[in-house]
């Protein structure tokens, strides 16, 4: 019997089904083909898993931590997560963005240095402080590039990050003061 599941569509005929993300149990991930009505597994044994789907459902990034909360990460993987790939950053996949015109690319909120909390649990209970700084990633390519660093004044916590339609202004919400914002990223 599993409690506190997480359901999501990722195509038209597939469903993303994981357990609730915590650093002290370890996560799995299935993918449920309604046509075929095969539940597969596509990740397992992830502590701090929380993840995030590319808008055709091809592949996700997802985070990962030790049974302690710690040494966050953020990996990439395929639909079976046969090809998992670490993107060599620490956030979570709730402040990150794929391109719609590249599933390839993805824009995330990057703290300039992890706090020392609990993954993902204390970020969830509103305990995360931090620099944040604005990362273009190549998923492919394993390019990362620093589009911008908010100044030491201002405190940060993008979430639900958007991208407008032409691709050159990054929106989200700072769920520090719940006021969304704009930034110029090209």
């Known amino acids: 019997r599993v409690k506190d599941i997480r359901v999501e569509w990722i195509s ?41 789907w590319a808008p055709g459902g091809s592949k ?19 639909q079976t997560g046969t090809e998992v790939k670490n993107t060599n950053t620490a956030t979570l996949p709730e402040k990150c963005v794929f391109s719609a015109q590249d599933e390839n690319i993805i824009f995330c909120a990057v703290p300039k240095s992890a706090p020392d909390i ?31 660093e908010f100044k030491d004044s201002l405190s940060f916590d993008a979430t639900d990050l958007t991208l407008s339609p032409q691709e050159n202004y990054l929106v989200f919400l700072n769920k520090k003061d719940n006021q969304i914002y704009s930034l110029k990223i090209k």
């Open 60 to 78: 996700l990034v997802f985070s990962q931590t030790n049974s302690k909360g710690a040494n966050l990460a953020l990996f990439t993987t395929n």
């Open 12 to 52: 038209s005929n597939q469903i993303a089904i994981s357990t609730a993300p915590s650093a002290f149990v370890s996560n799995v991930l299935w993918v449920l083909n309604t046509e075929t009505q095969k539940l597969l597994p596509a990740l397992s044994q992830i502590y701090g898993f929380t993840m995030k």
């Open 118 to 148: 609990v993954w993902p649990d204390d970020y969830y209970k509103y305990l995360y402080s931090a620099q944040e700084q604005i990362w273009s990633l190549n998923l492919v390519t394993g390019k990362n590039d620093l589009l911008y």
